[in-house]
Nanobody, 115 residues
């Protein structure tokens, strides 16, 4: 059974940091591009960051470049999103997604940036 389980969300003050994790199981993780998306209240889903299956090539939305870092550990079947210098506009539900022969999604984790 395929599972993507996000963790690490929470409430943080502006300027703070959080590290999201997404643990994958049930598919060949190392062959999939992994992505982080987010959906703000009343907004549309936004692709935040992506990382290639092998080689570490990454891409970021302009809104998070220089503040967020995506990484993966294929030995642990886990993808991470390090979020620094958080802003209130980063408040959203963050989802990880696996893109390959099939597409898989996690349930999401809430990130709230507020003082």
């Amino acid at each position: 059974q395929v599972q993507l389980v996000e963790s690490g969300g929470g409430l943080v003050q502006p300027g703070g940091s959080l590290r999201l994790s997404c643990a994958a199981s049930g598919f060949t993780f190392s062959t999939y591009v992994m992505r982080w998306y987010r959906r703000a209240p009343g907004g549309e889903r936004e692709l935040v960051a992506a990382i290639a299956s092998i080689g570490g090539i990454t891409n970021y939305a302009d809104s998070v470049k220089g503040r967020f870092t995506i990484s993966r550990d294929n030995a642990k079947n886990t993808v991470y999103l390090q979020m620094n210098s958080l802003k209130p506009e980063d408040t959203a539900v963050y989802y990880c997604g696996a893109k390959g022969y099939y597409d898989y999604w996690g349930q999401g984790t809430q990130v709230t940036v507020s003082s």
